[in-house]
């Protein structure tokens, strides 16, 4: 499907554990990045990349590693989960030499940390 | 830093009332500001933005007017209808980054 979609859209996992979460877009977009969604604090930038390979920090990158092997996708890795990074997942993309505010948004990861 | 507070809710109001979500922004330059919208289920999708003082965002009978003068950029729609339900969130972007800054979202509920 075009666009950009999200994997698991919900995932209980056990505190220590590693989980991933899987982000894909189709539209060659340069830039993607991931949010965490939390009551309160509105969205808050994890991590972003500007092209494959090319990846840096946001506002709250602790316990988080990302990857950019392939334009198309950006996986975001919980390396041992705890259970204040239970939260709502979102993952975007922005292309580059577009308008740098025209973020797409995917549907969004509920990931409940136990 | 820079940062972005809304009005808090949740916001319940009747079929074709008038609606109005307060957003004032901090920042340390020049910013361009937003209104993201996200309907239950669903990621978030630009509203409407305005890029300079005084400019006036519209979209889908919504609006909001960039006040330097207040550092303000309240959202506005005359006549709310059930399908308008979901959470606001105002946004600043400054300069060069693609980072955009969020408030924390206001939930509105529109009954029938």
């Known amino acids: 499907d075009a666009g950009i979609t999200q994997s698991p859209r919900y995932k209980i996992t056990e505190t220590g554990r590693q989980v991933t979460l899987m982000c894909h877009q189709t539209?060659?977009?340069?830039?993607m990045f991931w949010y965490r969604q939390d009551l309160g604090h509105g969205l808050r930038l994890i991590y972003y990349?500007?092209?494959?390979?090319?990846?840096d920090k946001g506002e709250v990158p602790d316990g988080y590693v990302v990857s950019r092997s392939k334009t198309e996708n950006f996986p975001l890795t919980l390396e041992s989960a705890t259970r204040s990074q239970t939260s709502v997942y979102f993952c975007?993309?922005?292309?580059?030499?577009?308008?740098?505010?025209?973020?797409?948004f995917g549907p969004g990861t509920r990931l409940t940390v136990t | 830093g820079d940062s972005v507070t809304q009005m808090e809710g949740p916001v319940t109001l009747s079929e074709e009332a008038f609606l109005t979500i307060n957003c004032t922004y901090t920042?340390?330059?020049?910013?361009?500001l937003f209104w993201y919208v996200q309907y239950p289920g669903e990621g978030l999708q630009l509203l409407l933005k305005?890029?300079?003082?005084?400019d006036k965002g519209s979209n889908k009978g919504f609006e909001a007017t960039y006040r330097k003068e207040t550092t303000s950029f309240h959202l506005e729609k005359g006549s709310v209808q059930v399908s308008d339900s979901a959470v606001y969130f105002c946004?600043?972007?400054?300069?060069?980054?693609?980072?955009?800054?969020f408030g924390s979202g206001t939930q509105l509920t529109v009954l029938p």
């Open positions: 990349s500007a092209a494959a390979d090319i990846t």
């Open positions: 946004a600043l972007l400054l300069g060069s980054a693609r980072q955009l800054t």
């Open positions: 975007a993309s922005n292309v580059a030499g577009g308008p740098k505010h025209e973020q797409y």
């Open positions: 920042a340390t330059g020049y910013p361009s």
């Open positions: 305005a890029t300079k003082a005084d």
């Open positions: 539209w060659s977009h340069s830039y």
